[in-house]
């Protein structure tokens, strides 16, 4: 009885200790290379143990200051403590080199990271694709990368936006072999530039991206719930909904020694064990690719693509999930809960498209340094000061695809959202209102989901497509070629 006793008092005292040293980590600081002030979270390998944090952990080599990120090695150029921004460029592309990444890296991986959550600034935001090809493309033939090229192929650098390319943007005779992130404010208009030259390529591998760290959101991740931007910034964290875990897990701890030194412990166990512990669905329930959660509040929530969204609504026979951001639901002023392009969702296999493109919009956030007078009645409040000012950009899925989306040079793209909204005369007339804007966000967007075309795309070569007079449905072909034009088979 004693023993047991000293054992529950150990264990108290253990956790207490564990507890007080991650709230309070200890305050130290390194340095290496350009970067003079290495401190919390961050830590150097070779830090004392209580340094920084161990998810945001560095090395320094040859007086370089490198991070480890998704199998890649990058340096690390400058770190903003205040900003939470960390500047990283591939470690083979530093020096304006010829070559590829360390490691291939889409802004998907980048974005969707638990201790990385974020970038800055979308619309200076690219993926530089390389490709290998076994014929020449005229129109990338001056991104062409010399020092991989030879007579039986070459490789180019495609550039997309922020987003990474979709299968059918890759030339037919090419196959995309590696990715990486860039950050690039000395030319906006490089996506619409017809066959940007390889020298503008190698300044942006040696500009490297920037990349948005929290230790709040890292937090957030590991006890299981979902976080979004603070008020006026795309770049502060917390918690959707806070707990202090740590206090609740000390009570439990107390009440269960108390209970049992006064021998009511087996007693309490078999009476609370089931209650302290939720048991998941069985394994074999559903398909794990359209798992959703249930929260306290009675709340069905999708996580996809690292953004949290409430499900309003499930259709079988239509195959259809609509969904609306949980910054959203209720009307709220604010920004999503993570950036999410039309284009990023209809690549996704799982909810491959949407119900009907007349009624399919994006809401672009869009963060200016002085007053844009065009956008003055979608200024959003909560989000806006004296030095600067968020409107959103509202613009349909046909006027996407047809016409240059073109953004006022004194503002930043910081966030995008898809909407699904009924009410086109408000929507189409030239200046929304911000009132119309929130009915939009409240709205959500309806996607399509499709087990059938996820497992299509999962095969080589496979493609799914929407059936004639459907938008919900989807047949799976296979893609031969036949004297260099597409030959679609049924699979």
């Known amino acids: 009885m004693k023993i047991l006793s000293a054992l529950f008092c150990l264990l108290i ?33 070779e830090d004392p143990a209580g340094c920084g944090d161990p998810d945001f952990e560095l090395s320094c080599k040859n007086n370089s200051t490198i991070l480890n990120f998704h199998g ?43 201790v990385y959550p974020g970038t800055v600034d979308f619309s200076s935001s690219y993926t530089l694709n390389y490709v290998r090809c076994s014929s020449n493309i005229s129109n990338l033939g001056n991104s062409r990368v010399p020092c991989l090229s030879n007579n039986s192929s070459n490789v180019y650098v495609n550039i997309s936006s922020w987003w990474s390319l979709a299968y059918d943007q890759i030339p037919k005779s090419c196959k995309l072999i590696s990715s990486v992130p860039a950050t690039y404010e000395e030319d906006m208009d490089l996506l619409h530039q017809q066959n940007v030259s390889y020298e503008t390529i190698l300044k942006m591998q040696e500009s490297g991206f920037d990349m948005v760290w929290s230790v709040e959101c890292r937090d957030c991740s590991v ?98 999930i609509q969904v609306v951001d949980v910054n959203f639901a209720n009307g709220s002023c604010g920004l999503p809960s993570r950036a999410l392009s039309l284009d990023q969702l209809l690549v996704d296999p799982r909810y491959p498209g949407v119900t009907n493109y007349n009624y399919t919009y994006t809401l672009y956030y869009l963060r200016c340094s002085s007053e844009i007078s065009e956008l003055a009645n979608s200024r959003v409040p909560c989000l806006s000061e004296d030095s600067s000012n968020v409107y959103v950009k509202v613009t349909s899925y046909w006027r996407r695809l047809f016409t240059f989306i073109d953004f006022p040079s004194s ?38 989901w499709s087990v059938e075309c996820r497992d299509c795309k999962s095969k080589p070569r496979s493609s799914c497509y929407q059936r004639d007079n459907s938008t919900t449905e989807f047949d799976c072909f296979t893609i031969s070629y036949d004297d260099g034009s597409f030959i679609y088979l049924p699979v």
Do not use: W
């Not at 964290?237 to 021998?263: R, T, W």
């Not at 209650?275 to 074999?284: D, E, H, V």
């Open 223 to 320: 006890k299981g719930r979902y976080c979004e931007t603070k008020s006026n910034s795309t770049t502060l964290f917390k918690c959707k909904k806070e707990y202090d875990y740590n206090l609740v897990l000390l009570a439990v701890y107390s009440f269960l020694i108390a209970e049992y030194l006064a021998g009511n412990f087996l007693v309490l166990f078999s009476s609370f064990k089931f209650q302290l512990f939720s048991l998941p669905n069985p394994a074999g329930c559903g398909d794990r690719d359209y798992e959703l959660s249930c929260l306290e509040n009675n709340s069905t929530i999708l996580d996809f693509r690292k953004g949290f969204y409430y499900v309003k609504k499930i259709s079988y026979d239509k195959h259809i």
């Open 411 to 448: 503002c930043k793209l910081i966030s995008t959202l898809p909407s699904y909204y009924y009410d086109v005369k408000n929507v189409e007339q030239k200046k929304p209102s911000y009132g119309t804007i929130l009915k939009m966000q409240e709205s959500g967007f309806d996607m399509v």
């Open 72 to 114: 890649g090695k990058y340096y690390v150029k400058k770190i903003s403590y205040d900003q939470h921004i960390i500047r990283v460029v591939d470690v083979n592309l530093a020096n304006g080199s010829c070559g590829l990444p360390s490691k291939a890296m889409s802004m998907d991986q980048l974005t969707m990271s638990r």
């Open 13 to 45: 005292f253990l956790f207490i200790l564990v507890t007080q040293a991650r709230n309070n980590p200890q305050q130290c600081s390194s340095s290496c290379g350009d970067i003079p002030n290495i401190s919390y979270p961050f830590r150097l390998k």
